[in-house]
Structure formats: C-alpha cells, structure tokens
C-alpha cells in the first residue's frame, strides 16, 4: 500500500452489552433453544464478544445454528444433577450444553466448595462451543479459585504421532487478586484454537510454522490445508501434548464424557459442536493455612511486574472489556445483518 492510499474502513456498529445479548438470544430462541439456554448461551458468547476473544464471540453463531437445525445437540435439554458425594457433583448435561448444566450445578458446587475446602464438578454428555474463561472467571470474583478443562474433537496429532487424535483441549484458571482483576488464563493445548484456524482461513492469511499440518502430515501455513484433512499441533511440543492428554483424562475419562475421538456426527451434516465432558475443580482458600491468599496473588503479580512484565494473561481482554463498555461492543455492519437476519428466520 502506498503512502497515500485512502485506509478503507469496515462499516462498524457498536451495541451494549444487554442488546448484543438480547439479539442473540432471540436467535437461540428462534432456532431451537428452550429461553434458559437461550439466555445462559447469548450471555456466555456477547461476553466473548465484548472482550475481544473474537473466535468465540459472534463468529460462532451459524455454526450453533447449524447444530442445532442438525438435530445434534439438544436445545431444551435439562441437565441432571447428582449430588455424589461431600466435595463431588456430577451432571448428565442430557446431550444439551455445559454452560446451562454448570448454571444449573453451580449453587451446589459452591456450598460444597466452601464446606469441604475443594469441590469437583463432573459435566458428561455435554457440548462446549464457547470460551472456557467465562466458566471460570466468576468463581475467582467471589473469592474462590477455580480451573476448568474441555474437550473438543480431533483435530489434533499427539507429539510423536502420525494421526490427529485429542481435541484442541483448553484450560483455563481463575483465582482472586487482592485489589485487582482475578487472574485468569484460558488456553487451547493446541498451537492455537481451531477458531483462529478457521477465522484466518476465511480472511486469507497465512499462519506461523509449527502450527499444523497438511492431509499428508506435511508442515504447512495454509490454515485450508489444516482445516481439509490436515491437523493441528500440540503447543509446546511433548509439554502441550501431556496437558492435553491431561484433558481428555479428566473431561472425558473422569466425566463420563465422551473422548474427543469418540463421538461421529457424520449422520448429522451441520454437526459443529464437540460431544463431550467437562470438569471443573474449586477451592476455598480461606481454608488454607497462612496469609490471604488474594493478598499473596497480588505480591506474586506485583513481583512479575517488577521483573519487567508488561502483560499479564487476562490483561487484553480486560482492556478490551473497558474500552467495550465505553463506546459500545464494535459489530462489523455486514456481521451484524447477518445475526439479524437469523433473529428472524
Ligand atoms: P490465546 O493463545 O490467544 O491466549 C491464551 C492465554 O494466554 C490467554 O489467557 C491470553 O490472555 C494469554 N496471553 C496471550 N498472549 C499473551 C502474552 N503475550 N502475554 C501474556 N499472556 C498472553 O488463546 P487460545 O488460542 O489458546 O484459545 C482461545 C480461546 O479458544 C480460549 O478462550 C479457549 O477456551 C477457546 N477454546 C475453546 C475450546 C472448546 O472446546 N470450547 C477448544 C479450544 C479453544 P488474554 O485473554 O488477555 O489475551
Ligand atoms: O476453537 O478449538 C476451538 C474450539 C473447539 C470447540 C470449540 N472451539
């Protein structure tokens, strides 16, 4: 681009959150949801949205739509809860989603948490399409900490294989800071997420070495060639390919859950959403030994930050989420037509 080449702009709409989350619920509504997972899904992907975590964000909507027009996933599903034991609780998402069976699981976990010091929460039968942070993140602004994993569907080679096998496996962590943001990370095991491959697939653009592979297991930058019969990487090597063996241990074989090589949506063209498991593990610090532990986290982020750290895991969403609320979640124009239009199909 020359010097003086005009800089042409995306028409951009900017909406509030509540609005944002009101459009999309009605298109949940209008395509298959019963209002509660309607409402618990619209707010979980306009949250994304606001802060930034665009491969989870509105991005997705036509792939639930397409999901739920497929007959794969169920969108009144009520979730079964299970109260199995004094620091334990299991949910048979009934083939319906985890954030719904988390909402549903939630006021019980809490009170065993703060009861026993720890408690597990064990969703099978389950789909998760979104961003794991907004699973955790809530925990870690009422004091507790709190990780999550989930499985998704293979599309990635374990290190030293020749074949994709796990899923892109996040793990995302959440815990309070003394007079600050909690601290929260949320990352795929996978070199990156399958949405990013997805996203820069549509946008044309290349993606660094080392990140996936071709049908025939070559090396390759073109995120098509990743997604028409290549493969992702594990991040880091042997070490991501560990955590991510990890996940698929504790969402699946621990849940109940299906593993991410387990489930064939072939039968229902449209089919997007992994069929799997989730696990969540919370702990009350108050009851451990020492100083407050809000007040430790903030000396550990307070030493990085004098070590020289500028940017901490959760530090671009926040902003995103601040600069969001001050002049409204950006929507490209042609983006936002198209949620329109679902919202009256
Ligand atoms: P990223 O690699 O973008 O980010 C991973 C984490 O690292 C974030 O907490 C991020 O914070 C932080 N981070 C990024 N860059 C830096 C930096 N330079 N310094 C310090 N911290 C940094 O995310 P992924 O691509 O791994 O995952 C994207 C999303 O995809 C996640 O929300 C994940 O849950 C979701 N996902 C969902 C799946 C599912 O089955 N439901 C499957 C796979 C992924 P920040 O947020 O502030 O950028
Ligand atoms: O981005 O890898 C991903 C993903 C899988 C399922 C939902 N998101």
Redesign the pocket.
């Known amino acids: 681009m020359s010097a003086s080449s005009p800089v042409i702009e995306t028409p951009t709409e900017y909406l509030s959150l509540a609005a944002l989350v009101q459009l999309l619920e009605t298109i949940f509504q209008r395509h298959g949801c019963s209002a509660e997972v309607a409402r618990c899904l619209a707010e979980n992907c306009a949250s994304a949205e606001r802060d930034g ?1 665009h ?2 964000g509105v991005f997705r909507i036509p792939g639930y739509v397409s999901t739920l027009a497929s007959g794969w996933v169920n969108g009144q599903a009520l979730p079964v809860i299970e109260d199995v034991a004094p620091a334990f609780v299991r949910v048979d998402a009934a083939n319906g989603f985890a954030q719904p069976a988390l909402a549903a699981a939630r006021k019980l976990l809490v009170s065993k948490a703060r009861n026993a010091g720890i408690a597990v929460l064990a969703i099978r039968n389950s789909h ?6 907004p699973d955790v993140e809530p925990f870690a602004e009422e004091g507790l900490v709190a990780l999550s994993v ?1 499985n ?1 569907m293979t599309c990635v080679v374990p290190h030293g294989a020749d074949r994709p096998l796990f ?4 793990i ?1 962590f959440a815990a309070p800071q003394a007079h600050g943001q909690p601290i ?5 095991t996978s070199a ?5 491959v997805q996203i820069a697939a549509q946008k044309g653009e290349r993606l660094p070495l080392g990140i996936g592979v071709d049908s025939l297991g070559q090396p390759t930058q073109d995120p098509k060639a990743i997604l028409e019969g290549g493969a992702l990487l594990p991040f880091g090597g042997h070490k991501g390919s560990a955590l991510s063996m990890m996940v698929e241990l504790l969402a699946a074989a621990l849940t109940g859950g299906n593993f991410s090589f387990e489930f064939d949506w072939s039968n229902h063209p449209g089919a997007k959403t ?1 069929w799997t498991g989730q696990l969540l593990i919370v702990i009350d610090p108050s009851k451990a030994a020492g100083q407050s532990f809000a007040e430790r986290s903030q000396e550990l982020v307070r030493q990085m930050h004098a070590v020289g750290l500028k ?7 926040h902003q995103q989420r601040e600069r969001s609320q001050q002049r409204g979640i950006a929507i490209a124009l042609e983006q936002l037509q198209q949620l329109q239009a679902l919202a009256q199909e």
């Not at 998760?128 to 942070?133: D, E, I």
């Not at 929260?184 to 795929?188: G, I, N, Q, R, S």
């Not at 940017?311 to 969403?317: A, E, K, T, V």
Request: aromatic letters at 8%.
């Open positions: 975590a491969s989870h998760h399409f979104a961003a794991l942070w989930v998704s899923g892109t496996n996040p995302a929260v990370f949320d990352l795929a990156i997420a399958h949405g990013d992994p940017r901490l895991p959760g530090d671009r969403r």
